[in-house]
């Protein structure tokens, strides 16, 4: 069974940073894709894509709201993966989940959340104005 647990989440100023960690076990990290989602606004059951990286690490996707702000990198000999968000917003404002997908192809990456078959409990990032 494979298990993940976000951690960084937290209260920050508009225009600040928080990096984001997941750590995964249970299961050979390397063989995954991941991805970091958010709850949607007012959707309590609907998470949008922020980013993925496959399992290289060197294939990536972003979310076009976040590009230039937000880094995704993985680290396959800690088995984490981390999201870094910079120059962040009020709308940044809500939970976010890593997620972890079996993948056949070292780069292949997933924006669909259907991809992904394990997720973590969630961190909260509240981005205050």
């Known amino acids: 069974q494979v298990q993940l647990v976000e951690s960084g989440g937290g209260l920050v100023q508009a225009g600040g940073s928080l990096r984001l960690s997941c750590v995964v076990s249970?299961?050979?990290?390397?063989?995954?894709?991941m991805g970091w989602f958010r709850q949607a606004p007012g959707k309590e059951r609907e998470r949008d894509v922020v980013?993925?990286?496959?399992?290289?690490?060197?294939?990536?996707i972003y979310a076009d709201s976040v590009k230039g702000r937000f880094t995704i990198s993985r680290d396959n000999a800690k088995n984490t993966v981390y999201l870094q968000m910079n120059s962040l917003k009020p709308e940044d404002t809500t939970v976010y989940y890593c997620a972890a997908g079996p993948a056949a192809s070292f780069y292949s990456t997933y924006a669909d959340y259907q991809q992904y078959t394990n997720w973590g409990q969630g961190t909260q990032v509240t981005v205050s104005s």
């Open positions: 980013s993925g990286i496959s399992r290289s690490g060197t294939k990536t």
């Open positions: 249970g299961r050979t990290f390397s063989n995954y894709a």
